[in-house]
């Protein structure tokens, strides 16, 4: 079992930056890949960017990539997703979302495990 809580989201002006944490817990997280899936008002599952679980593979969604950067500190059992150039576009619920099958949470947007999700708004 992987218990996951993400924080770090809040309110920020087009063009700002948010940093998000994810905190792991649980007998096999070093083990977990970790990703990011975000879901806007009235809008489907987007993948945001995944990191294997040595933090030396990564991979973004279309729409972050150059402007948002997924690493992990296995020591914290901690994944970030630091989020730069933000677009009103960005506004959604952010999911942190944890599996054992690299590959599973980019193709399907589905996981083993989430977090609760926290907010990320993008104003204008």
């Known amino acids: 079992q992987v218990r996951l809580v993400e924080s770090g989201g809040g309110l920020v002006q087009v063009g700002g930056s948010l940093r998000l944490s994810c905190v792991a817990s649980?007998?096999?997280?070093?083990?977990?890949?970790v990703g990011w899936i975000r879901q806007g008002p009235g809008k489907e599952r987007d993948f945001v960017a995944v990191i294997d679980w040595s933090g030396r593979s990564t991979y973004y969604g279309d729409s972050v990539r150059g402007r948002f950067t997924i690493s992990r500190d296995n020591a914290k059992n901690t994944v970030y997703l630091q989020m730069n150039s933000l677009k009103p576009e960005d506004t959604a619920v952010y999911y942190c979302?944890?599996?054992?099958?690299?590959?599973?949470?980019?193709?399907?947007?589905?996981?083993?495990?989430w977090g609760q999700g926290t907010q990320v708004t993008v104003s204008t």
């Open positions: 649980g007998r096999t997280v070093s083990r977990t890949h």
């Open positions: 979302a944890a599996d054992g099958e690299w590959g599973r949470i980019e193709t399907t947007k589905s996981a083993d495990y």
